[in-house]
């Protein structure tokens, strides 16, 4: 069964979620792309929540701005570092503190972007890294330098 919950953060954003599996379990977290919200990672959600698939603890938020979460009127406070910030703030909240690590970070498109930059700044948070659709940040900034199709 999925769950949407209101979690508030320490530092005043509050990220609504969607999430199944027990408290405790290790923790698969999802993050979506653009335009989609947290509601396209569902089947997974349930998918891998059951014993049967590593029973985890599955938790996809909508990202500040999306459905719910908090929408600060502000444009810088969407630049990535804000929402790593809310990212890692979530990743304590569901893995029991600032030395948790969740088993995978599985993230799509926009959301692919904020895994890469986590994933590079907090490598001992997650065991493991999952990216659809989202290229690394090296070979993108290349591809923006060098390629006419991509600039």
Known sequence: MIETTALPLPHGITLTC???GERGRPVLLFL???????FVWDGLLTHFSQPQHGGYRCVAPNLRGYAGSSAPADVAAYRPKHLVQDILALIDIETGGPEG???ALVAHDWGGALAWNLAARHPARLARLAIVNAPHPGTFVRELQHSPEQQ
């Open 18 to 20: 969607r999430s199944s």
């Open 32 to 38: 979506h792309g653009f335009p989609e919200a947290a």
């Open 101 to 103: 690590q969740l088993a």
